[in-house]
Structures are given as structure tokens and as C-alpha cells.
């Protein structure tokens, strides 16, 4: 938590100095600032396909980003893990620590991932509407415009009523293995730099080091591309979802010939 609300002090202070000092010439901070937003900004811009929708997605995806690679990075600093106060536990002595790596915790990972896929509906419900939205999951309408369609329609419209119900699954299943990809992935790194440390001080943990840090870059990336991912197919309608696969599909099978 100590380390979470490091990160959460250092973006605060750094979005009230670049809103202080903007200049129409970018320079200093403001120009790193303005490098950052426009990187991200024309990333997300090449999932979403279109401006209005990236910039809807940029506040939420580039902060989870930034958040989670600074945490992570921060999580390297000496002291973190070492410093802190004793306590007995069960018997034994016990060093608490003062600092850890933010996403070693289960609970703060967890509810970054709640935050994320519970976005990803509300976005879905504020472009599509709440018809269009749910019937993702539950798809009584396909059922009832199948009725005059024959008995081929009717099976094919239970069949994606099931496919629904699997998409609610799949909605707690987000959940599941985004929080616990990102909390695995920090805490191993944390107990591989506590024995590599143990064995030798000096030295020996510098390449676990950079490796943590490759981690670490490479833990935000994945969590953030994926809450986009999220963003992106909730606000689309199930015509937009099949004829972007249909495109892809051709251009797969136009590459491969």
C-alpha cells in the first residue's frame, strides 16, 4: 500500500506541475508529458481504429499503465523488502517490511482488474445502450426474431443464447487471470531477488535486476493492452465484432496465398 501510494503522490504532483507551467512550446517536463500522451494515444488509436474512442480510452488505459510500471520499477529501489520492523509470528521472528512492490498484493491487483472490466461495461453501455449490451450474454431478442425464421434460426439462436451465458463466465474469468497474472508474475520476481540477494549480495543479483525490470515493463504493457482489448469489443456491436473478424479472416487467407 506504502509503495501504491508513492505512485499515486509522484503522478499527482507531476499532472500539477505540467498543468502549471503548460506553454505553447512544449519544453522540459511538458515536453516528456506531452511525448508520453502522444505515444499512448497513437497506440490505443491502432486497436481502437478510430480518434473519438481513443481518446475516450487514454485516461484510463495510460493511467493503468503508468501506474502499474512505476509501482513495479519502484519495487527494485534498495530498502524495499529489507527495511522495516520485527515482530514475533507464531513463535518466530519476523521482519515486516516498510516497502513492497505494490502488485505483490493480491488485493491491489485484483481490484485494478475489477475497476478495469467493470469499465469496459459501463463503456459498453453508454455506446451501445443497455438493450444492445446485454443481449451480448442474454440474447432473448435472437430467440424471438428466430421464431419466423424456421426451426434451423430458432437452434442457432439458442446455441448463441448458451454462447452468452459462457460470456458471463468468461467476464469473472477477466477478472481471475488479469489480477492474478500481474500478482504473479511481481511477487516470483520478488522472491527470486530475496534469494538471489541471500545467496550474494554483490553482483550476482544485477541481471536478475534488468531482468525485473524487462518484468515489469512487460506486466504493465500486458494489463494495459488487455483493459483496451476490453474497452474496444464491449463498445462494438456484434455486426461490428463479425465483420472486423470477417476482414481479418480475409486478409489472413489473402497474406497466405
Known sequence: MVNGWIAVVFFVTVAFIVSRK???VPKGIQNIAEAVVEFMLGEIRKVTGDEARARKFLPIVGTIFLFIL???WIGLLPGTGSIGVWEMHEGEL??????RPAASDLNLTLAIALFAVIASHVFGLISLGPIDHFSKFVNFRGILRSLTKGPIAIMVAFIEFGVGLLEIISEFAK??????????????GEVLMTVMLGIFAYFLPIPFIFLELLVGAIQATVFAMLTLAYLTVATESHGQEHDESHSTDHALASNHS
Not at 477478472?175 to 516470483?188: D, Y
Open 94 to 99: 519476523e521482519l515486516l517490511p516498510l516497502l
Open 22 to 24: 503548460h506553454a505553447l
Open 175 to 188: 477478472i481471475l487471470s488479469l489480477s492474478l497474472r500481474l500478482f504473479g508474475n511481481i511477487f516470483a
Open 70 to 72: 512505476f509501482s513495479n
